[in-house]
């Protein structure tokens, strides 16, 4: 039995999220060329850090231990920024740039981190199945962060962790979308749970990038997921779906055909798309407005900006 395992059973009452964060990041990030013609979409900094950090330590601060990054061919630097740069940080050290320091150890000392490459961009369903082989027989769960969506404030993976330990099965994030935004989503079609708890539905089906009118609600994946290891199960048994992919919405919407549990916890805080980059800016500039080094000047300099305009 493995220490997860362990600790899992000594603190049994505590719903905990599962012990591997999944991060897909192998997309060929065609939105942002020419910038991904050699940057990793997800080594783009929001401000001063990659979105893949952001990404990574929320996943720590839910209570995840291990990384386990998905790439492809081309996309090393993605991992090699979670790994330790000795001569980088000796050369910050002996100049006494002790905040830079900090800054450069942040991502390598945050997880575990480990990595697996999807050979073919055959979509996210077909790069979760890569990480299969990768988790430990006592693994029940995985927990997957899109890397595109950055939700705040900060905690729902805690919230989903709750409702898998009351629901079981799996459980996802959810966020409204407005009509006219909705056919980019996995849309869920959903009912109530429990009365007293408003913001968990029960989920009866799942479709992805439906066209508006066949959308089933306005409640829309967002990015976040805790998986049940039966889903594994499911993605062999799904075909390629919308976009010609292989998508997670249909092998989800398979495992809730075959009965098991699936619910969604409603976020109403906000969410940014770092997936394209008029969601990117708003993301950063968000960000920076609230930074004491950069905000006060951003501040004032969008407001006359926005007077000229
Ligand atoms: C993916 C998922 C979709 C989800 C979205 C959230 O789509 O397939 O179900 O709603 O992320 O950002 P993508 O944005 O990669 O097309």
Redo the contacts with the bound molecule.
């Keep these: 039995m493995s220490d997860h395992a362990t600790s899992s059973a000594a603190s049994a009452s505590v719903p905990l999220i599962p012990h591997t964060a999944v991060v897909p990041a192998a ?1 060929l990030g065609t939105r942002f060329l020419p910038a991904t013609k050699t940057v990793p979409k997800e080594l783009l900094p929001v401000v001063d850090t990659p979105g893949i950090e952001l990404v990574a330590e929320e996943a720590k601060s839910a209570g995840a231990e291990r990384l386990l990054i998905v790439t492809s061919p081309g996309k090393d630097g993605v991992v090699a920024h979670f790994v330790e740069d000795l001569v980088l940080e000796h050369t910050l050290s002996s100049r006494g740039k002790e905040a830079m320091l900090a800054k450069v150890r942040n991502a390598p000392s945050l997880l575990e981190v480990a990595s697996v490459v999807q050979d073919k961009p055959l979509g ?1 369903g077909h790069a979760i199945g890569c990480v299969e082989a990768d988790l430990a027989d006592d693994e029940d769960a995985i927990a997957v962060l ?1 890397p ?2 950055l939700v705040l404030p900060g905690g729902v993976l805690g919230r989903m962790a709750q409702a898998r330990a009351r629901f079981g099965g799996s459980v996802l994030c959810a966020i409204e979308v407005p009509d006219e935004k909705i056919s ?4 869920f079609d959903v009912t109530e749970a429990d009365p007293a708890s408003p913001d968990v539905k029960r989920v009866r089906g799942m479709v ?2 439906p066209a508006r009118q066949d959308a089933p609600s306005n409640l ?4 976040r997921y805790i998986l049940d290891r039966k889903i594994f199960d499911a993605l062999r048994e799904t075909e390629p779906g919308a976009g010609g992919e292989l ?3 249909d092998a989800i919407a398979l495992l809730i055909e075959q009965g098991e549990p699936v619910h969604v916890v409603v976020h109403t805080g906000s969410r940014h ?1 770092l ?1 394209n980059p008029g969601g990117y800016l708003k993301a950063a500039v968000d960000f920076a407005l609230d930074r004491d080094d950069y905000g006060p000047d951003l501040r004032s300099w969008l407001v006359e900006r926005l007077a000229d305009s």
């Design positions: 997309g996210l899109l595109d969506d980019a989503y996995g849309v992805e990038k829309a994946a967002a990015g998508q997670i919405t798309d997936g």
